[in-house]
């Protein structure tokens, strides 16, 4: 299993970014993908999750109004989309499976980072 | 939210010398299922997590047994037996049993 995620990316306060999570090694629509937030030196954020199976996406109310995840299984790849960006979204963002909608992430994407600086 | 409190922030620890970390969640993590929601993760120095224990005491494919983790209800450990210079890194309890997932505040070990 393997979770490959676009590179790094620089954005302006108030731009919109959008990272790519291309997942391979298993069938796409088997697994839950979840999205986390890791700012500099800080802990782990749960961003939000997407079943690539029928498409339900759930966020987390610090992020909602600003975000959309989706999947696209024509090419077994999730999408994290940040709007209105701020200088506190600078982050490492991850891309991570679960196998249940109740399991632990036993894979997870290497990272990107979005760095947001006028 | 759920909210999950990890002990000590720090510890340094001599090589071959155990270690033990302490989780609490704000609610029980035991579903009506009868599985308890808990997991364990290792964040090594410039790497994503990765995923050591899982609902409270399994290892996942590859994690030396010299890790192990134990608890119940709302107070879970993970313990490693004999700390080796690979361990280093920051530990993260999380629960899955609501949405939204939440991790405790991470342990830094090292080695002294």
């Known amino acids: 299993v393997q979770l490959i995620q676009s590179g790094a990316e620089m954005k302006k306060p108030g731009a919109t970014v959008k990272i790519s999570c291309q997942a391979s090694g298993y069938t796409f629509t088997d697994h839950y993908i979840h999205w986390l937030q890791q700012a500099p030196g800080k802990g782990l954020e749960w961003v939000g999750l997407v079943d690539p199976k029928d498409g339900e996406r759930v966020y987390a109310d610090n992020f909602q109004g600003r975000v959309t995840i989706a999947a696209d299984t024509s090419s077994d790849t999730a999408y994290l989309e940040l709007r209105s960006l701020r200088s506190e979204d600078t982050a490492v963002y991850y891309c991570?499976?679960?196998?249940?909608?109740?399991?632990?992430?036993?894979?997870w994407g290497q990272g990107t980072l979005v760095t947001v600086s006028s | 939210d759920i909210v999950m409190t990890q002990t000590p922030l720090s510890l340094a620890v001599i090589p071959g010398q155990p270690a033990s970390i302490s989780c609490k969640s704000s609610?029980?993590?035991?579903?009506?299922?009868?599985?308890?929601?808990l997991h364990w993760y290792l964040q090594k120095p410039g790497q994503p997590p990765q995923l050591l224990i899982y609902e409270v005491s399994n290892r996942f494919s590859g994690v030396p047994d010299r890790f192990s983790g134990g608890g119940s209800g709302t107070d879970f450990t993970l313990k490693i037996s004999r700390v080796e210079a690979d361990d280093v890194g920051i530990y993260y309890c999380?629960?899955?049993?609501?949405?939204?997932?939440?991790f405790g505040g991470g342990t830094k070990v090292e080695i002294k």
């Open positions: 609610h029980s993590l035991l579903h009506s299922e009868g599985k308890t929601y």
């Open positions: 999380m629960q899955s049993i609501k949405l939204p997932r939440t």
């Open positions: 991570a499976t679960a196998s249940n909608f109740w399991s632990g992430y036993y894979n």
